[in-house]
């Protein structure tokens, strides 16, 4: 028995002979956040998907508080992806109370009494994240900014073990991606939530995290680019900014975009 | 001066362009009929405005010497009852085989390559099937309708399923959900709006449907008469009940849309 919230024991993951990620071993600690960087195509998103549960890794062991992790998605695991996460046809607190309403209801509706007492709960989410004043509204009333707070609304109602963003910023603008940085770091801490966030964008990886991934290729074969998988090449705590690391992924990176 | 796909029209203009086409074709009509009445008072192919009315009041405003109905409105009733009662089981069962084929991969895997072939089979070429297995009263007609317009709303159906964003239904059992909350509260509210879509692209065809059951064995319905009158050559009342039921259809089609942004207007505001 280990005290590590996740555990990824000697992780392959390949479709057919595309080798994506390969030697995968790492561990995370509860209340950790940790952001993914790499090149597109380097297997960060597979990597996340994994933890989801929509794609199954082909090697090794996959632990979630020392258990297996499940196959396909559930409760344990919450995700905000970069768009269509949220219900169209349903109102900013409904789409938060649906969490409740699955919970506690056959036919994932309820009524009356109960049916307000989620919705109570869906509103202390909302505010929490800033959403209150529009909880009456549709998703197509919101600005791309807050669909993503309400994304995060619902997945936080579940309280999962773990909470998975899948480059949730990289279709707002600038401005807005800073309120949501202070959002997100706000909620990790009053929550103590443990974050996984894939990013393409290093400088947000560098300022959010606990630990930064650069997830890499380390052998290429020039005739054969699909032999090699990726894997976790830097693996670093963050909370202190350190220029030359910086750097150091920095040129990595876009050595890897010259060459591409 | 603008280009010409840059020059849009005012409200006025655009709807003074639209009824031009119209005033064209009555008064084309009229040139028409007044040179033929002119050769021959007794034309029956392009009657008069005053020989419509005639029509019109006899169907519609006077009760039938034989049967004390109005012709016209029990014309129209009947045919309205058949129309609707297939639409709306056609509707019923393309939501539910679509919604369940599309959610559900393994029934998907079992029924679809069924409904492809099914749906392929010409329903004008099964009519004297459902004479013979259904009679010839009401149900065949409706029949019909249902077989001819059913496979398409089921594989129309299927695909809008398909085509709801896979993060819903993954952001759906992150949420706990099982597969049939997902069923009815994911995916069936957001099909609905669809199926009004697909109902109005339906209609068409089953008119198409409905009038031709009616020409074939049939006591009253619009396009009963139609065809009994064209023995007669009788364009007198032939032409009245086509506007009418080109108006019939234009005014279920307007109900649909009106319905759907009336009750789905998130469907329709993220469009």
């Given at each position: 028995?280990?005290?590590?919230?996740?555990?990824?024991?000697?992780?392959?993951?390949?479709?057919?002979?595309?080798?994506?990620?390969?030697?995968?071993?790492?561990?995370?600690?509860k209340g950790e956040f940790i952001t993914m960087v790499g090149t597109s195509g380097c297997g960060k998103s597979t990597f996340l998907k994994m933890l989801l549960g929509t794609e199954q890794h082909s090697k090794g062991q996959i632990l979630l508080d020392n258990q297996p992790i499940s196959a396909e998605p559930c409760d344990e695991r919450g995700i905000v992806f970069q768009k269509y996460s949220v219900f169209p046809h349903l109102s900013v607190r409904e789409n938060v109370a649906i969490a409740k309403e699955f919970e506690s209801s056959f036919i994932g509706r309820l009524f009356g009494k109960r049916r307000q007492q989620a919705l109570d709960e869906a509103d202390k989410w909302l505010d929490a994240v800033g959403l209150l004043n529009a909880k009456h509204k549709y998703p197509h009333e919101l600005s791309g900014g807050m669909q993503q707070r309400l994304a995060i609304a619902q997945a936080l109602i579940k309280h999962p073990k773990v909470l998975l963003l899948d480059e949730p910023f990289g279709a707002l603008d600038p401005g807005i991606r800073k309120d949501m940085h202070k959002l997100v770091l706000d909620l990790w801490q009053k929550y103590e939530l443990t974050i996984f966030m894939v990013t393409h964008d290093l400088e947000e990886g560098f300022y959010l995290g606990t630990r930064l991934w650069v997830f890499d290729k380390t052998r290429h074969d020039p005739h054969a680019p699909h032999r090699f998988g990726s894997t976790?090449?830097?693996?670093?705590?963050?909370?202190?900014?350190?220029?030359?690391?910086?750097?150091?992924?920095?040129d990595s990176l876009s050595l890897h975009a010259l060459s591409a | 001066m603008k280009r010409w796909i840059n020059r849009t029209p005012n409200q006025s203009l655009a709807i003074t362009l639209g009824i031009i086409p119209f005033l064209l074709i009555m008064a084309l009509y009229q040139w028409g009929s007044e040179v033929?009445?002119?050769?021959?008072?007794?034309?029956?192919?392009?009657?008069?405005?005053s020989e419509f009315q005639t029509a019109i009041d006899r169907l519609a405003f006077t009760p039938s010497k034989r049967t004390g109905e109005y012709l016209f409105w029990q014309d129209t009733k009947s045919s309205l009852q058949r129309l609707l009662i297939g639409v709306a089981c056609a509707a019923f069962i393309g939501l539910m085989l679509g919604l369940i084929t599309g959610?559900?991969?393994?029934?998907?895997?079992?029924?679809?390559?069924?409904?492809?072939?099914?749906?392929?089979?010409?329903?004008?070429?099964?009519?004297?099937?459902?004479?013979?297995?259904?009679?010839?009263?009401?149900?065949?007609?409706?029949?019909?309708i249902i077989v001819g317009i059913t496979p398409f709303l089921i594989r129309d159906l299927y695909q809008r399923t398909k085509d709801i964003p896979s993060e819903q239904l993954v952001k759906a059992q992150t949420l706990g959900a099982n597969s049939f909350q997902i069923i009815i509260r994911v995916l069936l509210p957001q099909i609905l709006p669809r199926l009004l879509d697909a109902l109005r692209l339906s209609l068409g065809t089953a008119w198409l449907f409905l009038i031709a059951a009616e020409a074939i064995a049939a006591t009253d319905g619009l396009g009963y008469r139609i065809f009994l009158v064209r023995?007669?050559?009788?364009?007198?009342?032939i032409l009245p009940y086509v506007v009418w039921i080109t108006f019939l259809a234009f005014l279920l089609d307007w109900l649909l849309v009106k319905t759907s942004k009336a009750i789905f207007p998130w469907y329709h505001a993220a469009k």
């Open positions: 028995m280990s005290n590590y919230q996740i555990e990824f024991r000697h992780v392959q993951k390949s479709y057919g002979d595309n080798l994506v990620l390969e030697n995968i071993n790492c561990q995370v600690k976790i090449t830097f693996d670093l705590p963050v909370g202190k900014t350190d220029q030359a690391s910086y750097q150091e992924i920095e | 033929r009445k002119a050769e021959n008072p007794n034309d029956k192919l392009l009657p008069s405005v959610a559900i991969p393994l029934i998907g895997a079992n029924l679809n390559p069924i409904i492809t072939a099914i749906s392929l089979i010409p329903p004008m070429a099964v009519l004297p099937l459902l004479f013979i297995v259904f009679g010839l009263g009401e149900l065949s007609k409706v029949m019909l023995r007669y050559l009788s364009m007198d009342v």
